[in-house]
């Protein structure tokens, strides 16, 4: 498999405080990759200093063979780069199908933008059952399958998430991350952090763990469930 | 006894409301999408009054050129006031702090500017406008004109804010700048079109303030308070807030100033009218109007 996004070599952090040391993750085309580690420990400003929304010290972030490091989060969007983040990921005070006309905004073509919202109806069938409701008007769930649809109208390449099951219920989590496997196997590659660790590692096919800003361990999400050490040091989970 | 006209007071209302409807609008829609209350916004109104004034008094071009000679002059005011002031602060990470005084800072700046160019000395238009007796209620041109101007206003922006493309990039990008830029949206862009529309409201606001009183280059001052108190009662960023507003305060100003002359007092404390909602809106209410609408109808 080729890698399509590479984060190399990665200082970042917010101001002038640095979180993240020298971390460098791979995706590769049609794989999940997790980042999961425990409370602070820089997972989500990792995801956005691919972005654009932490700062980015030092490193280099390489998509498709081609050097967007430092480039601006709209263009990177319209380069095939979407991205949810944990939380404010729907606008509150416009309806479903507004949220997805947002999506949609590069295309620029109204009947395009017609036909990829209606893919993602088909997709995610509540979201058309509640499309003239307020998207502030949802509940965590709903809000979170929202966010799915509003990445999902542009077709990415890629999509990151910044933990998208934080605040789910359990159901609701699950369903969300059986979302995510769905559109990996659609073709788009995955990378998330992720902060229920076992729910995020078995959804995925690698894993990378991140403690105080640096990685301690990448490899198969299996091989990183198995290692009971691991698990039981970094990631909370009983043996 | 002081006999009233109520339903001239009534018509004065709208008028008043429709000139404070034209100044706030573009100032709670910046306040929305920039998230600071820009004091430069007095200067929108009165660059638009002075340029106004120009082509319909001295090229003696007419109202609707000046009309349109407001909007253009003040349109290219916002824009400049964003791309070469606002926008670079931003970058540098200003805050909101430092965005408020860089706007009273600027508006100092323009204000000497129009000085140096038209002068300090009050200077009034001479068009004399066509007036008519609806019953009781006497009604000049320019009156209606302004009332016009302030529901055509309202029902583009309605279209603008609710069907188009541009529309929902605008509401999008002030509800969550950092996800409208995630969805692919050119934030700054459409900061800057809210910039150059705003300004070029408040321009035509400011020229029909002028036409029907007098021209100083205090004039955006003058309007700036009741501005501030639509934008602060209609809730931040809320157009539709702004829209009741503005005719609320109108509504109380004008009546207001009855009540003033019933009770012996100098009219002169209209102006603390205004003042008086936006205090009292501020401790009773600081959301306004805006939730009235919910988030729908608010912009932010």
Redesign the interface.
Known sequence: MSTILKAVDVVAGYGKLVVVHKVTVELKKNEIVVIVGPNGSGKSTLIKSI?G?SKLFDGKILYENQDITGL???RL??MGIG?V?QI????????VE?NL???A??K?DKNEVKASISEVYDMFPVLRQKKNE?A?NLSGGERQILALG?VMV?KPKILLFDEPTASLSPIAASQVLSYIREICDSGISVLMAEQNARKGLAVSDRGYILVDGRCVKEGSSKEILEDKEIGKLYLGLKA | MVVVNWLQVLFNSAVTGSLYLLAAVGLTLTYGLTRFPNFAHAEFMALGAYAGYTIAEQLKLGFPYSFIAAFISSAALGAASYLLVFRPLTHRGATIIHLMVASIGLDFFVRHLIKQVWGGEQLSFRMVWPYFDVGPVRITGLWVALILSAIVMVGVMHIVLTRTRLGKAIRASANNPDLAMASGVDVEKIALVVWIVGAALAGVGGLFRAADTRLVPLIGWEILLPAFAVVILGGIGSFYGALIAAYVIGLAENFGVVFLVMFKLSTDYKFAIAFLILILTLILKPSGFGRLFGEGGKVV
């Not at chain 1, 404010?88 to 309806?95: C, I, K």
């Open positions: 972005l929304f601006r989060t709209d969007i319209r991205y983040p404010n990921n729907v606008f509150t005070n416009l309806t507004e006309e947002i999506g905004y590069p620029k307020r502030g509003r542009l």
